[in-house]
């Protein structure tokens, strides 16, 4: 059994199963579902999953963020939805959803596949010009010429990749994506090689920003001359309508001849139409694109890079910071830089300078051990996990990361921040920002951004942020517990002899009482229906087969956790104690329905206030055992927990006794 099998399987059953699952991809942190029926997922089940940090709904996917170790989890899913990586959707082929929806779609389902690789190779690109930069060895050299290739390759032949991975998206055979785009960086098609080896036979568009030479053409239609390598948009648009000839074809080409035929003729249409029609006004297009974002930016170049910092993390949050991943691919292959969205490179600084304060300044212990794996993830470039797990439900420290982002983009816009080559994350992408004359003036201005916008971020949640009074409640639970904690046993004579030993011995020893949750007959916990919670892996406690369909809190202390389908309560004491009470077995299966419950998990409760109401006749019809245990679950941080002697207890009688 895998590692990540168990939540696999939970997170397929409850995204409605694999008949409601059309493909499944995912990104750093992501598993991106596209579902036939999203309102079949169970949302809450799935974001209180052990190993789920939340839920998003954006762009017409389903995302379940899981952190930095999703590939693991993906590979444990996929099998279960019968699918093999990079599998072409099981949908009907017509697109779900708005056209920004559709958009976004489609462009991180082409673009997610190949990141991972884009950051490694732009990485060794970026350190091969840093050691030259810094004088290890000459640009001359055998070992620079490798690595160069290493950094360099996949960006030369970028239209391969992602003719391979359009494909997919639009439901073409990937070979012959993958052939479209080899095509289009053939050597001898390339603007740069036809001017080289030819003369003018004349100009198109002249006088305007799209003036093109043409140097032959294609049985008498003059050939606009592009150089396609490294290009972004043209294979795209060449591959879709290659996707849309294939259809076609395979209508009316017999089965018989079908295996050759239809590819060849797929090729035919969609290759002559793509060099004289679709690159050249794909490219046209990724001109205006690079000028019209450099017109907005030189208008303002500060406001535009502090809207960029003050906005990133919110579209990381929905997922919509994909529809600008090709902007800024785009502007690097145009330009030779991006430096309208490399702003955004303030806000993971931010981000993490707030989780590294967070980690300074809170007393909790459990949000300490989140701080500090988050800060690490954070300055690598992967914030998710700090954003949905800590800075999100905290509120104040995410607007404080996103006014640290506005500062250092609009620091980084003033200062024409750019980065010239596609490759790494967080502290990675440094070396991507030296310049290609190996100048140091845009890594100093990197440097200084990020200086600027963590000591902003940092200075400002230990200013502003504090522990809130639930927080500051839940930590003190078992560090100042000792303040009243000599509970006399119950019945215990307060005389000399046998009752003053015993009064000594649970003094010295802390004994913490908890009261009886429900009304009914006490069963001791190696008698119940379930091998989990009888052989008390889960804790050591009692069951009781209640007499009424009411529970109540047994002692002070706050609902640690509530199960959406209400049929389990985790419970924190303000003794440091922490239970389980699951109403009945296996109820889980009733997906809430026969229970309502009367407080919300994080709801600081009084003893004998009521938690949650169940339907016991309902229960019991849908042929469910009513036997409840009642456990504590950390049983193993004290001496002793000794359950009552009574056969039969009423709600607020004395149930277990825990010895510290």
């Known amino acids: 059994m895998g590692k990540y099998e168990n939540l696999a399987k939970e997170i397929v059953r409850n995204v409605g199963g694999k008949e409601n699952v059309s493909s499944l991809t995912h990104c750093i942190t992501r598993l991106r579902f596209k579902l036939k029926e999203e309102s079949l997922a169970k949302d809450d089940v799935i974001k209180n999953m052990d190993g789920v940090v939340t839920v998003m709904k954006s762009g017409g996917q389903y995302q379940v963020v899981i952190g930095n170790h999703v590939p693991e989890v993906y590979a444990e899913v996929m099998p279960l939805l019968g699918l093999e990586e990079g599998s072409a959707d099981k949908a009907d082929e017509t697109p779900s959803g708005n056209l920004f929806n559709r958009a976004i779609d489609i462009i991180s389902g082409i673009f997610q596949p190949i990141l991972g690789i884009m950051a490694a190779c732009g990485m060794v690109k970026g350190l091969n010009a840093l050691f030259v930069a810094l004088g290890w060895y000459p640009e001359t050299c055998g070992g620079y010429l490798v690595l160069n290739a290493i950094g360099d390759g996949l960006f030369h032949f970028l239209p391969l990749f992602l003719g391979y991975t359009a494909a997919k998206k639009f439901r073409l055979k990937p070979m012959i994506g993958l052939v479209i785009g080899a095509i289009m960086c053939y050597p001898t098609v390339q603007a740069g090689t036809l001017s080289a080896g030819g003369q003018v036979l004349y100009t198109l568009f002249s006088g305007t920003m799209f003036e093109s030479a043409v140097y032959t053409d294609f049985f008498g239609i003059p050939m606009i001359a592009m150089d396609y390598t490294g290009t972004v948009i043209p294979v795209i648009f060449v591959v879709y309508f290659a996707s849309k000839c294939e259809k076609f074809f395979n209508k009316f080409i017999p089965d018989l001849v079908k295996f050759f035929f239809v590819p060849m003729l797929t090729l035919l249409v969609s290759i002559p139409a793509g060099f004289l029609l679709i690159g050249p006004l794909a490219t046209f297009g990724s001109a205006l694109i690079a000028q019209g974002v450099m017109t907005v930016r030189n208008f303002s170049p500060m406001l535009a890079g502090a809207l960029v910092g003050l906005t990133w993390q919110i579209l990381v949050i929905f997922g919509l910071h994909w529809g600008f991943i090709p902007v800024y691919i785009n502007n690097i292959m145009t330009n030779g830089y991006d430096n309208v969205m490399m702003p955004f490179f303030a806000c993971t600084f931010a981000t993490s300078a707030v989780v590294l304060a967070i980690f300074f300044k809170t007393k909790n212990r459990q949000l300490k051990e989140m701080a500090l794996p988050n800060f690490i993830s954070g300055i690598f470039g992967v914030t998710e996990p700090a954003i949905y797990g800590i800075l999100l439900p905290l509120k104040k420290p995410f607007i404080i990361s996103c006014i640290a982002g506005c500062i250092g983009g609009g620091f980084y816009g003033a200062f024409n921040f750019r980065k010239f080559m596609m490759g790494g994350m967080g502290i990675f992408e440094f070396p991507a920002m030296i310049e290609p004359d190996g100048g140091m003036g845009n890594l100093i201005v990197a440097l200084a951004g990020v200086a600027i916008t963590m000591v902003i971020a940092f200075a400002a949640t230990m200013i502003f942020y504090k522990d809130d009074k639930k927080t500051a409640e839940e930590t003190s639970t078992g560090e100042n517990g000792d303040k009243d904690s000599s509970v006399k046993a119950e019945g215990a004579p307060e005389t000399d002899g046998e009752g003053k030993k015993a009064e000594t011995r649970d003094a010295l020893l802390h004994q ?134 009574a056969e039969h207890v009423a709600q607020g009688d004395v149930l277990l006794k825990v010895l510290k």
């Open 512 to 645: 913490t009482q908890l009261y009886s949750p429900l009304k009914g007959r006490v069963l001791k916990l190696e008698t119940l229906k379930d091998d989990a919670f009888a052989s008390g892996v889960l804790g050591k406690g009692v069951g009781i087969l209640p007499e009424e369909g009411n529970v109540y809190a047994p002692a002070d202390g706050v609902v640690s956790v509530l199960f959406p389908t209400l049929h389990a309560i985790g419970f924190l004491t303000d003794e440091g104690v922490e239970l389980l009470i699951h109403i009945g077995l296996d109820t889980v299966q009733l997906n809430g329905e026969g229970f309502q419950a009367s407080v919300a998990q994080g709801d600081r409760v009084k003893k004998g206030q009521l938690l949650v109401s169940f339907d016991m006749a309902f229960i019991e019809e849908k042929g469910y055992c009513l036997e409840t245990p009642v456990l504590v679950t950390n049983s193993d941080d004290y001496l002793e927990v000794a359950e009552t002697a």
